[in-house]
């Protein structure tokens, strides 16, 4: 069984660049590589996804190496509204399997 | 535009009970997924719907079921409830099917079983 993994926790400050990594390395050919954002009672939001090498929106970057066995979201500058727990969300290709990653809490401090 | 709406909110359900769980997709929105989370297992896939046709599924018991109706609104029943049916139950709507299309989430239906 697939397994994605992150790490548990992060810490970092305001201003600062994070860098959070899934390891998916059983990803599937065609998966897509989709990030998430959590807030304490409240549903997953979506940041950003992509299948290979670089996609960079308003709000992050997404890194993904040609073996894509492992994605790197990047938020630049994060502010203390940052705090959330961040998942990766790996699937949605040839076997059609969705696999979440464990979950990174990122605790932003002043 | 109005966000996915679930309902209810929160549920306390007996073991062996039966429970059904509402959602309201975004406008326009054919498609709707369901997932569970829970702290010991994080979050988990059980099934996409749309056009009112299951078209992905996770690894969950045949407890678990959906269906879609016509307005893609969707709804979910587990059947027989374990103590360990209790999670957040999250959907999340896209306007097409399949994880390339970006999901918006609902904030989730909290089920209680006692």
């Known amino acids: 069984l697939a397994k994605t993994t992150q790490p548990i926790s992060m810490d970092s400050y305001e201003g600062q660049e994070v860098n959070i990594t899934c390891s998916h390395n059983?990803?599937?050919?065609?998966?897509?590589i989709t990030w998430y954002q959590q807030f304490p009672s409240q549903g997953p939001r979506f940041i950003i996804q992509?299948?290979?090498t670089k996609v960079t929106n308003e709000v992050a970057s997404l890194f993904i190496p040609a073996d894509r066995k492992s994605s790197t979201l990047s938020l630049p500058r994060v502010s203390l509204s940052d705090t959330a727990v961040y998942y990766c969300l790996v699937g949605g290709g040839a076997t059609n399997k969705l696999i979440f990653g464990t979950g990174t809490l990122l605790a932003v401090q002043p | 535009k109005a966000g996915v709406t679930q309902t209810p909110r929160y549920l306390i359900k007996t073991r062996g009970q039966q429970v059904t769980l509402s959602c309201s997709p975004i406008?326009?929105?054919?498609?709707v997924s369901w997932y569970q989370q829970t702290p010991g297992q994080g979050l988990q896939f059980l099934f996409e719907y749309f056009s009112e046709t299951q078209r992905n599924k996770g690894n969950f018991p045949g407890r678990f079921s959906g269906r879609q109706f016509s307005n893609s609104r969707s709804e979910m029943n587990v059947s027989t409830l374990e103590l360990g049916d209790s999670a957040l139950y999250l959907c999340a709507s896209s306007y097409g099917q399949g994880v390339s299309y970006e999901q918006y989430f609902g904030p989730g239906t909290r089920l209680t079983v006692t």
């Open positions: 059983n990803i599937a050919t065609n998966d897509y």
């Open positions: 406008s326009g929105h054919r498609s």
């Open positions: 992509g299948y290979k």
